[in-house]
């Protein structure tokens, strides 16, 4: 038997093995678990200054489990709640880090920036538009439709578009 066979570290199951929670985490282990890629991470780490892994020789990246936390509670404003990077940035300076680890734990909500999407204009019949006088909501209804007859544009050129790469014959070129 060779020594390198002896290594429990060359077992297939390695990946499987999950790691302590209390454990520290790698790049490539908190991208995984958070499910973005390596280089948002490093974003991140430009644009809030409360994530701050621990760095070794070489520049090698370790996420503490508070880290980890941090992180998934960004990811849960930026991807899940709608919230800009400014947003976000607002949310940790008036609410905390804490609260926003606890978001991350899935131990706190926080409202979405945007409500869910919808597909028409319907939503407009709900009252109050806050802060805008009341003659802006014809304004606001146009500029509504005029946005969705655009959108329906662009979903139809995306149609044609992959129409004609489906058939591999030169389409119309606008």
Not at 44 to 57: G, I, L, M, Y
Not at 106 to 121: K, M, R, T, V
């Amino acid at each position: 038997m060779s020594l390198a066979s002896a290594d429990p570290r060359d077992t297939p199951d390695r990946a499987a093995q999950e790691k302590s929670a209390t454990a520290f985490r790698t790049i490539k282990e908190a991208a995984d678990e958070l499910e973005v890629p390596q280089h948002v991470l490093r974003f991140w780490e430009t644009r809030f200054a409360q994530v701050r892994p621990v760095k070794r020789a070489g520049g090698r990246r370790y996420y503490r489990p508070d880290d980890i936390d941090l992180l998934k509670g960004i990811r849960s404003l930026l991807h899940g709640q709608g919230y800009t990077i400014k947003g976000a940035q607002a949310i940790l300076r008036e609410k905390g880090l804490r609260f926003v680890q606890s978001v991350g734990r899935g131990e706190a909500e926080i409202a979405a920036a945007f409500p869910p999407e919808n597909d028409g204009p319907e939503e407009l019949d709900a009252p109050g538009i806050d802060g805008l006088p009341d003659d802006a909501r014809p304004v606001l209804e146009a500029v509504l439709d005029d946005l969705y007859a655009c959108r329906s544009i662009l979903n139809d050129l995306q149609r044609l578009s992959d129409m004609d790469a489906s058939t591999d014959e030169p389409g119309p070129h606008p």
